[in-house]
């Protein structure tokens, strides 16, 4: 049974927030994720600077 990621170091770029957990296999890896409603934008990376680089250049579709 999968458990749910502890998320640290989380900050808000814009509208998408940006925080690390570890995974399964006890790896780091860091997630983008876009609060804006009907967005659903989510992406997990293996570096925080690719996931901060997302956050920065992601553009929501439904306004």
Do not use: W
């Not at 749910?4 to 790896?27: A, E, H, K, L």
């Not at 860091?30 to 409603?37: E, G, I, K, L, S």
């Not at 659903?40 to 997302?54: H, I, K, M, P, W």
């Amino acid at each position: 049974m999968p458990t749910n990621p502890r998320f640290r170091r989380v900050v808000r770029i814009g509208p998408v927030q940006v925080g690390t957990y570890n995974d399964s296999r006890g790896r780091e890896k860091h997630t983008a994720a876009c609060t804006a409603p009907r967005c659903g934008f989510s992406t997990d990376y293996d570096s925080r600077a690719a996931a901060e680089l997302a956050a920065r250049t992601h553009r929501c579709r439904v306004r």
